[in-house]
């Protein structure tokens, strides 16, 4: 199918790779016209304007945004409501705040537009390995963009199928759930990048201690030397813990063992707040999601090797660079 792509940063202009790899063809627009033009010459449609992308797509349209949560999504959204039809598709792909979801589709559908939220992970990676969805929104939506849906999603892969499943695969052993209605894609990716805090934290925590062994105040016979690249790297075979979070870790270690390159000053981008709010409004205890995320706010203070850890593998799965000062 054809589907317009605004937003062609580290994940939007991947993809629009993967898609058209995939068979589709992709419109794309980014209001900087050098990145558009890199595209073009890589024999995609470019769009001049979002009018312009508009009246390139056949109805049904479907756009899908890859931009920054806040203002300008929401100005975006705002501008494609007046150049669209009923029928229409916004498909917003970033990390919107799920309840801002929730209001813009009920805005739309005053229209008669459909909104979708995808919640995506998969960050600089995706092109190659695939993007794992998680898709809220109405069915009849959810089903006309399946066909797009299938082409970003891993797939089953060699992952070995859950022992209790039966009959043909469904589609979150591809990759992709339709996991509600309007704001479920982007709240269940919110929870899923909290998650991924507190996995990222007890791994700095770790290395931490691992780097510190051999430190000066410990007893003399009691100081041990070890290679934390080498022990990242015998973690990744075999191991309860072996993950790809861990296989990030390992390239970082090899790559620079006193991850010189990082200062540890790890930023946040917003959904480990927003988790933390619904678990206050739902009465859950969330300690390990809420401690990761003040250790976000304490690096910035000072840092330890773990930090910089954390931002090595902010870096390694989503192409995110250390803000200085």
């Known amino acids: 199918m054809r589907i317009g792509i605004v937003g062609l940063g580290r994940m939007g202009a991947n993809i629009a790779r993967r898609l058209k790899g995939g068979g589709h063809d992709a419109v794309v ?6 990145v558009t033009a890199a595209l073009v010459s890589e024999g995609f449609t470019g769009a001049s304007d979002m009018a312009d992308l508009v009246q390139m797509l056949v109805p049904p ?25 009923p029928g229409d598709i916004v498909i917003d792909g970033g990390n919107s705040f799920w309840k801002d979801d929730i209001r813009r589709s009920a805005e739309l559908s005053q229209r008669g537009i459909h909104y979708v939220d995808v919640g995506t992970s998969g960050g600089v990676w995706g092109r ?21 849906f299938e082409t970003l999603a891993p797939g089953p892969g ?3 199928r859950t022992a209790s499943r039966k009959g ?48 000066p ?48 000053q790890v930023q946040d981008s917003g959904e480990g707040r927003w988790v933390l709010a619904a678990a206050i409004d739902e009465e859950v205890a969330a300690p390990v999601m809420s401690a990761a995320l003040f250790t976000r706010y ?5 840092n330890t090797f773990g930090e910089k850890l954390l931002s090595a593998m902010r870096k390694q799965f989503g192409g995110h660079v250390e803000k200085q000062g």
């Not at 304490?298 to 000072?302: A, F, L, M, V, Y």
Request: a negative charge.
């Open 128 to 148: 190659e390995r695939g993007y794992c969805l998680m898709v809220g929104g109405a069915g009849a939506a959810f089903d006309h963009l399946e066909p797009v």
């Open 217 to 264: 105040h410990l007893p003399e016979d009691q100081r041990l030397p070890l290679d934390a690249a080498a022990v990242a790297e015998v973690w990744r075979r075999g191991s309860v813990i072996s993950s790809w979070l861990l296989d990030l870790i390992a390239a970082s270690l090899a790559d620079d063992p006193e991850l010189a390159g990082y200062s540890g």
């Open 298 to 302: 304490r690096s910035r203070q000072d």
């Open 61 to 85: 349209r479907a756009i899908w945004l890859m931009l920054p949560a806040g203002q300008i999504t929401e100005s975006t959204v705002a501008s494609l409501a007046n150049m669209l039809a």
């Open 168 to 215: 043909p695969l469904a589609t979150p052993e591809k990759g992709y759930v339709h996991a509600g209605g309007a704001g479920a894609g982007h709240f269940v990716k919110m929870v899923h990048n909290g998650i991924e805090y507190g996995m990222m934290q007890a791994f700095a925590e770790g290395f931490d201690i691992l780097n510190k062994a051999d430190a």
């Open 158 to 160: 060699s992952i070995p």
């Open 29 to 34: 627009y980014d209001r900087d016209r050098q």
